[in-house]
């Protein structure tokens, strides 16, 4: 399997621009986790996704975020309009229901608005 | 709410010894996952090492072995025979285990870099 695949590695923005991160989960996993990591904060949940379906997104920072999860094989983090602020590293987990508590990470996004 | 503290921002060990990273956590939950990450410099998370609170057997995958102390809230990883390759920012995560909302979340440490010394 080519595990969870992240698209772009690397987005460099303005601020006010849209910014939309793309994933692929590992197939036949029906848990998806998007994570935003900083030096400050550290690793953090910002929402997931079970068969599709937004289950907890507590962890979304304001409105201009959002997630889509439109079938099993792709999602999408949304920031718009985004801030310098939103500068980290994205990442999107999946996992399978009988091994729920083992979440395998893609390679992740880095963005960076200025 | 659940919060996981490892004390140790960075630590360094000779190539072929062995290294202890400490890791404590908060919770009031009785069932629960603990687990490892390791994030080499290309910035994957790997998964290390995963511990079922409900087992007293400490977990072990070949070179690495935690002490889990369930009464302590205490997780440390015990890396054996370390190698340049175990250069890498080591996370450590809970879960707990119920079903509905707010159940599979992840909660991690701050990580400690560890870098390995030829």
């Known amino acids: 399997d080519a595990g969870v695949i992240q698209s772009p590695r690397h987005e460099v923005t303005e601020m006010g621009q849209e910014v939309t991160l793309r994933c692929k989960p590992i197939?036949?996993?029906?848990?998806l986790f998007w994570y935003r990591q900083t030096m400050m904060r550290g690793l953090e949940l910002l929402i997931y996704?079970?068969?599709?379906?937004?289950?907890?997104d507590s962890g979304m920072p304001e409105d201009r975020f959002s997630a889509k999860m439109p079938n099993a094989s792709f999602s999408t983090l949304k920031i718009q309009p985004s801030e310098p602020r939103d500068s980290a590293v994205y990442f999107c987990?999946?996992?399978?229901?009988?091994?729920?508590?083992?979440?395998?990470f893609g390679p992740g996004t880095r963005l960076t608005v200025t | 709410a659940q919060t996981v503290t490892q004390s140790q921002p960075e630590m360094s060990v000779q190539e072929a010894e062995t290294v202890t990273l400490s890791c404590t956590y908060d919770?009031?939950?009785?069932?629960?996952?603990l687990f490892w990450y390791k994030q080499p410099p290309s910035r994957q998370m790997i998964l290390v090492i995963r511990?079922?609170?409900?087992?007293?057997q400490n977990a072990t995958e070949n070179r690495f072995s935690v002490n889990f102390q369930k009464a302590a809230k205490s997780f440390s990883l015990k890396i054996s025979d370390s190698q340049l390759g175990d250069t890498a920012m080591y996370f450590c995560?809970?879960?707990?285990?119920?079903?509905?909302?707010?159940?599979?979340?992840?909660?991690f440490g701050k990580g400690t870099k560890l870098s390995v010394i030829p």
């Open positions: 511990q079922e609170a409900y087992k007293q």
């Open positions: 919770t009031s939950e009785n069932n629960y996952y």
């Open positions: 197939s036949g996993h029906d848990y």
């Open positions: 995560a809970f879960t707990p285990i119920y079903s509905g909302a707010g159940s599979y979340q992840l909660t």
């Open positions: 987990a999946s996992s399978l229901a009988e091994t729920t508590y083992e979440q395998y």
């Open positions: 996704f079970n068969n599709n379906v937004p289950i907890d």
